[in-house]
């Protein structure tokens, strides 16, 4: 069974840019929610969604946005990137959603911001 | 406000030996907890939940304590191998409703000596 794959792995963009990330969740698995991780915050939530409805949203700015397909695919965008942005985005996938559902993570994009 | 809290940044154990993780928790709602290991540059690989009605879940050499009066859980690895030399991260959630999320530790760096 595939785990979770996340595209890009690696890529570098300018300030100002936008970016898009792309997940594709563990197959039969509905709920996707994407994490960032920087060497100072740790691993921070951004957004969760479960059959296509954002479900839960932490403490980033409107220029961090995010959706889920039909698949359960997901995108998240990320728009007039800062130099703060530079970090790990992880996206991760569980069967269900709610506690007890064990989260399982893809490898992750890194982001750097020049 | 940091929910969830690795005291310790860093464990160094000798091959053949017990490395126990610390973890606490202020948030009373957390009834959900997961440990992840993460090698640089991967995603955090899941290694062992626990629900708050349990307060020990074992699976081979990882063993995880939950005291929920002292809202402190620890994983204990027996016998630690050098393979086991990773980032740990704790995380926890709260059970019921759509609000999902995992909160994070910033997690402990172990290094386990041959």
């Known amino acids: 069974k595939a785990g979770v794959t996340q595209t890009p792995r690696y890529l570098i963009k300018t300030r100002g840019q936008q970016v898009t990330l792309s997940c594709s969740p563990i197959s039969g698995h509905r709920s996707v929610s994407w994490y960032q991780q920087t060497p100072g915050q740790g691993l921070q939530f951004l957004f969760e969604y479960f059959s296509e409805t954002q479900r839960n949203k932490g403490n980033f700015p409107g220029r961090f946005s995010g959706r889920q397909f039909s698949n359960s695919r997901s995108e998240m965008n990320v728009s007039t990137l800062e130099l703060g942005d530079s970090a790990l985005y992880l996206c991760?996938?569980?069967?269900?959603?709610?506690?007890?559902?064990?989260?399982?993570f893809g490898e992750g994009s890194w982001l750097t911001v020049v | 406000d940091q929910q969830v809290k690795q005291n310790s940044p860093s464990l160094s154990v000798q091959e053949g030996r017990i490395s126990i993780l610390n973890c606490d928790y202020t948030?009373?709602?957390?009834?959900?907890f997961l440990w992840y290991k993460k090698y640089p540059a991967e995603g955090p690989t899941f290694l062992i939940s626990i629900s708050s009605i349990k307060d020990k879940n074992e699976d081979g050499r990882f063993t995880v304590f939950l005291n929920k009066s002292a809202k402190h859980l620890s994983l204990h690895i027996v016998p630690s191998q050098p393979g086991d030399s990773a980032v740990y991260f704790c995380?926890?959630?709260?059970?019921?409703?759509?609000?999902?999320?995992?909160?994070f530790g910033k997690g402990t760096l172990l290094t386990v000596n041959p």
């Open positions: 995380a926890a959630s709260a059970r019921g409703g759509s609000n999902y999320k995992l909160t």
């Open positions: 991760a996938s569980s069967q269900g959603q709610g506690a007890g559902n064990t989260i399982y």
């Open positions: 948030n009373s709602m957390f009834d959900y």
